[in-house]
């Protein structure tokens, strides 16, 4: 419908205001991240760019040296990377997997109690995850599993799992029986129909199983500071915050802001790169929460 | 039965049956037992140092909802909460309204609203830190040529700090709203704009009368996700301002972390976090009631607008009118 000239001006003022808001934030911190500390310091943010480069990243990235004050922290946020891969990339594969059979299962069969039974497996997404904190803190200090990949990975896993599960089960419910059907009549068996049948047709589905899990390890703070915080394991979040202004421990105020800002725009890159990878597939889904979706339902 | 061809019935569901049994006891080990130890936590006092354990029954509950630093921080919490998701729901159906018109650069704006919750939740403290921050700071260096502000203004002091991490969250999650109002105001069939059109309908009564009462599901949708989403945050908080200056920002999450790592109250960490999970679920369930019961708020605020006057209001009446 075509509209007046006095609501295509409201439409532009929207468009407007909706970039900004979601795009300053973004470039100011991009902004900083080019700039030398130095003149950060002196002159402040808003100022002509001058000596703007990617020093900052390559400071990170091991390729320049950086001041000695935050050598060490740097290193954090390279080790942080490269401890975030693996379990980011665990959780995904391992928790995609799981949610695959169960979801498989849950999609596609019914049995009795199976809305109770789902309903259980949600629970765990109701409850705040600083409530179970306490005693998977405790049960993995006693196992030795505090500052290890496993420890992180499993307790991911927890949260993941149902998430996926629910994601995938509305996706394989939505699949055409008649293929699966026709395999097990030629007699094709139950995994293998799985396999070879309904994966590839639920791709889409899985590719964003895969993304939502990977996204969840990558971004979480709670408790990758609390069980890898100051070890070699220690993921990105945590290791971000070494040099964040607020936190007391470093002492060195400022310092480290143009480095800060610079390891969090690269920290962005991978999750977005995977989605961007995923972005067709993703649009397609339904990727609200779990829990209120069958509420409301 | 919703099962594949007849004769592999029993096998599919015992198939079936193996899976969802599997992934429950996985639930039992990994999420159930961690509970039932959470609680047997609660109801002990732990000395670390003397390694011994005491019964004292429902001493730490008590403890917690008679302590003013406990109360105070469960208010920041809900203050925290609804500042939250009243501005998730402003901004994200006001994304949504932009993002539902037709203009050119519709998809990568679409796409671009997205990014903020990509991030996670440190980045996004970062964003705002170089926002927010008193010497070099966007807001400061913006406002203080003007001579609005002095320099080194705090902008997160004492009154503020709460607010405005609630505007950091909504920042990160106001995208989420933003696409389940997309997806609801999709489902409002065009011929009602059309109709309203030509009764020459002003573009508030449409939206008050048309748009609104569509959208009723999904702004449940938004304030039940929100509520739940804003009652347990703790990364950006703690990435923002560690629940500073003073306690001006530590909200129950936060104070839970406290308890457990700076003072090792394991007990009364367990004990608080009992308590936030039961405030988390009645204020959701409280949310979601309410705002399913009062189906008529929309018609009540439309009634509001209609009652404003307006010079061409004779002519202007909505298609209710036969």
């Keep these: 419908m075509k509209k007046t000239p006095g609501e295509r001006a409201i439409l532009w003022v929207g468009v407007a205001l909706v970039t900004a808001w979601t795009l300053v934030p973004i470039a100011v911190m991009v902004w900083v991240s080019l700039m030398p500390l130095d003149a950060l310091i002196d002159y402040g943010l808003l100022q002509w760019p001058s000596g703007m480069s990617l020093a900052n990243y390559r400071a990170l990235l091991g390729i320049a040296n950086i001041n000695a004050v935050f050598g060490g922290e740097a290193v954090a946020v390279a080790l942080g990377f490269f401890n975030s891969a693996v379990v980011a990339g665990a959780v995904a594969v391992i928790g995609t997997a799981a949610a695959v059979i169960g979801g498989y299962a849950f999609g596609r069969f019914d049995f009795p109690l199976k809305n109770a039974l789902l309903f259980a497996l949600l629970s765990v997404r109701v409850l705040p995850p600083i409530a179970v904190l306490i005693p998977y803190f405790v049960i993995l200090s006693t196992l030795h599993l505090v500052g290890t990949y496993v420890g992180l990975i499993v307790t991911y896993l927890t949260a993941v799992v149902p998430l996926l599960t629910w994601v995938l089960m509305d996706y394989f419910a939505s699949l055409p029986l008649e293929i699966e059907r026709a395999a097990r009549i030629d007699g094709c068996g139950r995994l293998r129909t799985l396999w070879h049948v309904t994966m590839p047709m639920a791709a889409p589905g899985i590719a964003a199983a895969f993304v939502i899990a990977f996204l969840t390890a990558w971004n979480e703070l709670l408790f990758g500071l609390v069980l890898t915080g100051g070890t070699a394991k220690q993921t990105l979040s945590p290791a971000l915050l070494a040099f964040s202004p607020t936190m007391p421990s470093t002492g060195t105020a400022n310092l480290g802001m143009t480095l800060f800002a610079a390891s969090s725009v690269l920290s962005t890159v991978p999750p977005l790169f995977l989605a961007l990878l995923a972005q067709r597939y993703i649009r397609r889904l339904n990727v609200a929460d779990p829990v209120l979706s069958q509420v409301l339902r | ?322």
């Design chain 2, 1 to 322: 039965m919703k099962c594949l061809a007849q004769p592999l019935e029993r096998s599919d569901a015992r198939f079936a049956f193996t899976i969802v049994v599997g992934l429950l006891l996985l639930n039992v080990i990994i999420f159930i037992l961690p509970l039932i130890y959470a609680a047997w936590i609660s109801f002990h006092d732990r000395d670390v140092i003397l390694r011994t354990q005491e019964f004292v029954g429902l001493d730490h509950y008590r403890r917690i909802l008679s302590s003013p630093e406990a109360i105070a921080a469960i208010f920041r919490s809900i203050i925290f909460t609804a500042v939250a998701v009243i501005l998730s729901l402003l901004i994200g159906l006001g994304i949504a309204l932009v993002l539902n018109e037709d203009f050119p650069g519709r998809p990568l704006l679409r796409a671009v609203i997205l990014l903020p919750w990509a991030f996670s939740e440190v980045v996004t403290a970062t964003a705002w830190i170089f926002i927010l921050n008193p010497t070099f700071g966007a807001l400061t260096g913006l406002l203080r040529p003007l001579g609005l502000v002095e320099a080194n203004h705090a902008w997160i002091n004492e009154n503020t700090a709460l607010y405005w991490v609630a505007i950091a969250f909504v920042w990160h999650i106001a995208p989420l709203g933003a696409l389940f109002f997309l997806a609801g105001l999709q489902t409002i069939p065009d011929s009602l704009y059309q109709a309203a059109r030509i009764d020459r309908a002003p573009a508030l009564s449409r939206f008050f009368h048309v748009t609104l009462p569509y959208l009723h599901p999904t702004v449940v949708i938004v304030v039940v996700v929100v509520t739940m989403e804003a009652f347990r945050s703790f990364d950006l908080l703690f990435a923002l301002t560690r629940g500073g200056p003073g306690a001006a920002s530590q909200t129950f999450p936060m104070l839970i972390f406290r308890y457990t790592f700076e003072f090792s109250q394991y007990g009364l960490a367990a004990a608080a976090s009992y308590i936030l999970a039961a405030i988390s679920m009645i204020i959701t369930t409280v949310c979601y009631v309410v705002l399913m019961r009062r189906r008529h708020i929309a018609r009540i605020a439309a009634a509001a607008i209609d009652a404003i006057p307006r010079p061409r209001a004779a002519g202007t009446r909505v298609a209710t009118q036969p």
